[in-house]
């Protein structure tokens, strides 16, 4: 009876081992949310879906106000998309739109920003998505954080009337959280 008792000891401490390991798998496979500041800060109910990193550029063109004055004014990003494994899972490009191998693809609209840790650097935004399209990882996406900005300003290339319309590349990273509303 004891070899009995010591086999049904181990099979239970075998199965409790596989149902940690697989909780363990299971909460780290979800996405979890960013610190932010307040100003950025996703409302209560959305739950972070996605996380890419974008490393590109920033396109500025150069354009005069009514006053005259010129400024490098952001034409459009250009950034390719990797998943945590680091495999390109898609891109960035002017709308601003972030489009997935998936089939899914969304547009979104800056809501709020603070400026980032580095003053070189692009702020950090929130974006609420004024278009989706697709069945894939961003379908029911809402809300979008770019967070851990590294460069993206336009630099020093002169922009006054002689340089009107010229564009200018300035190299980014940044991390991007997509939300949805929670289950």
């Known amino acids: 009876m ?3 008792e010591q086999a049904v000891i181990a099979v239970f401490t075998l199965l409790l081992v596989a149902l940690v390991a ?3 798998k299971d909460a780290t496979d979800k996405e979890l949310a960013p610190d932010v500041p307040d100003a950025i800060a996703v409302p209560e109910g959305l739950q972070p879906v996605l996380f890419v990193h974008a490393s590109g550029s920033q396109i500025y063109t150069c354009q005069g106000d009514t006053a005259g004055k010129y400024n490098w ?10 998943d945590r494994k680091d495999k390109v899972i898609g891109q960035h490009i002017a709308g601003p739109t ?3 191998k998936d089939g899914s693809e969304i547009t979104g609209k800056a809501t709020a920003h603070v400026d980032a840790l580095d003053a ?5 935004l929130l974006l609420d998505v004024v278009s989706n399209s697709g069945k894939g ?5 809402t809300k979008i954080q770019r967070v851990h900005t590294r460069g993206g300003k336009p630099g ?3 922009c006054d009337e002689a340089h009107k319309a010229a564009e200018t590349k300035s190299s980014y990273t940044a991390d991007y959280y997509f939300f949805a509303p929670g289950k």
């Open 2 to 4: 004891r070899r009995v």
């Open 22 to 24: 697989s909780a363990q």
């Open 73 to 82: 004014t952001l034409k459009a990003p250009e950034a390719e998309l990797k």
């Open 98 to 100: 972030w489009k997935l």
């Open 120 to 124: 070189d650097s692009v702020p950090w």
């Open 137 to 141: 990882a961003l379908a029911k996406v």
């Open 156 to 158: 020093s290339d002169p």
